[in-house]
């Protein structure tokens, strides 16, 4: 256990060494949510609420979907890729780690890193320059721990892909696809309510929507009451175990097959 | 005598080879037995249009990385694994090291089987591919080795003891709060060294550490590693293309081509191998078609007919004259051919890898 928290601390150290580039992903956040702000006032021009949502319970559903969104995504696909690619997958290889445990700390380190640089300013911007209005609920209590699940649930999609190159060595197609399918159907751009009714019952099987519209609606929609806010978690936890055990028995496969590049 | 003592002595002698068949297996740190590491690879068509119809191309041909070998390594060896570009040499200590399943055959490191525990061989194996870095390269380079300290679990008198050890050889200290993409090659690799020894393991696994050093780095590193496996015992194995790195550490070197094992003896062997033959390279003024049989006939007639000295042409200019020293002494043959040409330019060249494969090839050891 030691051994991976030195890894999440090494990660969030890399991160606060390149801090600069989070400016500009802090100043791409701005312009997102500015845009955001008057495409969805146009659309709430005429009402009150749509879908039972109010203006302001969309834009922080999307504004803090976008804050979210940096948190999430892992990139691990795309880093193993590279490094399965080039060999230095080797690195991770010859040194007594798994593999997996391995990317899920970096994947922490990083999550860690952005909630203090990205999540916190855009969410103070949402406060204090959007004045978007929080409704107060035991969702948000329960928030912080939808949040955590809903990255494991994230980690393992992007590590079960992750896993893929070592088969076809190049799977920047499938990670493309992954992301766009993640994002949409997972309420990552707009919010599920503004899907039709049927898609929104199909979407209730999949995983994607426990990634974001879970966390999103405790924040969203927090005066439900406790049980559909338990019964949701559950069901991000299904996922969350179900993905777990795809990923270890297609490690056990794919780790066979690892034909390190180089030397 | 009679038959039951007979028969009795018999089972003691069986026994006998058993056990020293048991023990030499205990005891070899590194037991490697007809091993073979196949890669069957997709023929690529030239062109965007070849590229398109590999997609649907199942013309795939294997090629025998390493095609049956079998050496056993004991506990304390310094072992040069040489061959030439190609040989199968990272493919062997890929296997070693547990990072590639071997399609055949059995390796064994300390006795258990690496690929299949691969973590628990990691534990007590370093590694130093020269091309890459273990390192993390955007971090300072103390942090990697406080990162490795927690991942290898070694505690922090062991780990100040060995950080102290490498200042005083290396003078480490100066590079700790470098990032580690911002070191040079040669500060790269020391550090890299330095890591593979950080968690005191039984096996270090060096693949061309030494490539692209200078000389007194290199001189460094090898008196660094001399110095560890003294101290500590640890079994190396290195591999390099400079056998100036073989002669200084290596009491046994293992020669592979092909994927095979040519040679695994006494480097005095090799040595005298290479050590015996010496190619000078001669500019000779007013050079011209004949001046080749011009040399040879000299020669002849200087040191008799079995003077053991081949002469070729190899680039233009250039004259080689390769000389076997058990029969004429290079100097000799250096003194006469300066006084009895005019020469513009000399040069001692050291005998190549290559070449020593090939005379190895041409059973020069048998
Ligand atoms: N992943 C791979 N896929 C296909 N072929 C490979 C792969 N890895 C190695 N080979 C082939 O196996 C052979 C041995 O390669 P290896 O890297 O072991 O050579 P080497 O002895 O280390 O050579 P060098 O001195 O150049 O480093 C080469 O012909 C190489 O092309
Ligand atoms: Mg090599």
Redesign the pocket.
């Given at each position: 256990m030691r051994k991976y928290l030195a890894i999440v601390r090494g990660t969030y150290m890399i991160g606060m060494i390149y801090r600069l580039g989070f400016l500009f992903t802090i100043a791409g956040n701005v312009i997102y949510l500015g845009v955001a702000y008057y495409l969805w006032k146009s659309i709430f021009k005429n009402s009150e609420t749509l879908r039972g949502l109010t203006f302001d319970q969309t834009f922080l559903y999307v504004g803090l979907g976008s804050a979210i969104f940096i948190l999430l995504k892992t990139y691990t696909d795309w880093f193993m890729n590279s490094e399965i690619r080039d060999g230095s997958i080797a690195m991770y290889l010859v040194k007594p780690v798994d593999i997996g445990t391995y990317f899920l700390a970096t994947s922490f380190g990083s999550l860690l890193m952005n909630i203090t640089i990205v999540s916190i300013p855009t969410i103070l911007l949402l406060l204090f320059v959007f004045k978007v209005k929080f409704i107060i609920g035991i969702g948000l209590l329960l928030f912080p721990i939808s949040l955590l699940i809903a990255f494991f649930i994230s980690f393992f999609l992007d590590y079960f892909v992750g896993l893929v190159c070592f088969y076809s060595e190049s799977v920047w197609g499938l990670s493309t696809t992954k992301d766009i399918i993640v994002t949409l159907l997972s309420g990552g751009l707009i919010p599920l309510q503004f899907f039709p009714t049927a898609l929104q019952n199909i979407l209730h099987w999949l995983p994607f929507q426990a990634i974001y519209h879970t966390p999103l609606t405790m924040i969203t929609q927090p005066d439900q009451s406790v049980d559909v806010f338990l019964q949701m978690i559950f069901i991000q936890l299904v996922w969350a175990v179900l993905l777990f055990m795809a990923t270890r028995l297609f490690y056990i496969q794919a780790i066979k097959t690892v034909?390190?590049?180089g030397? | 005598m009679d038959l039951d003592d007979i028969e009795h002595s018999f089972y003691n002698r069986q026994s006998l080879l058993f056990l020293f068949y048991f023990l030499g297996k205990i005891m070899s740190l590194i037991h490697i037995e007809n091993l073979s590491k196949h890669?069957s690879?997709l023929n690529r068509r030239e062109g965007l249009g070849g590229a398109f119809r590999d997609l649907f191309s199942g013309d795939y041909r294997t090629?025998k990385?390493v095609d049956g070998i079998s050496f056993d390594i004991d506990a304390g060896e310094i072992v040069g694994y040489i061959?030439?570009?190609?040989?199968?040499?990272?493919?062997?200590i890929k296997m070693m090291t547990g990072i590639l399943k071997p399609s055949g055959g059995t390796i064994e490191v300390n006795g258990i089987t690496p690929y299949a525990n691969r973590i628990r061989q990691a534990q007590i194996m370093g590694v130093v591919f020269g091309q890459r870095t273990q390192l993390w390269w955007d971090l300072p380079v103390i942090e990697s080795f406080k990162i490795l300290k927690e991942i290898y679990k070694v505690d922090q008198k062991t780990f100040d003891e060995h950080m102290g050890l490498f200042n005083d050889l290396v003078d480490l200290k100066k590079l700790y709060t470098q990032q580690v993409r911002t070191l040079s090659l040669g500060q790269r690799m020391l550090c890299d060294i330095t890591a593979s020894f950080l968690h005191n393991p039984q096996v270090v696994f060096l693949d061309?550490p030494t490539i692209g050093l200078d000389i007194s780095v290199k001189a460094k590193m090898r008196s660094v590693i001399k110095e560890l496996n003294q101290v500590r015992n640890t079994t190396i194995i290195l591999?390099t293309?400079d056998l100036g790195d073989v002669e200084a550490l290596c009491q046994r070197i293992i020669i592979i081509d092909k994927g095979s094992v040519l040679y695994d003896g006494d480097i005095k062997k090799v040595n005298s191998l290479f050590g015996a033959y010496r190619t000078l390279k001669l500019q000779i003024d007013g050079y011209n078609d004949s001046t080749l049989q011009t040399l040879q006939d000299a020669f002849t007639q200087k040191f008799g007919p079995e003077h053991g000295i081949a002469i070729a042409a190899t680039e233009e200019f250039w004259t080689d004259v390769t000389i076997d020293q058990a029969r004429t002494p290079l100097a000799d043959v250096l003194n006469f051919i300066m006084t009895t040409f005019t020469v513009s330019d000399v040069r001692i060249v050291e005998i190549s890898m290559e070449n020593v494969v090939r005379k190895v090839y041409d059973g020069a050891l048998k």
């Open positions: 034909r390190v590049a030397g | 890669f690879i090629v990385a061959g030439p570009n190609g040989a199968g040499k990272s493919t062997t061309e591999t293309h």
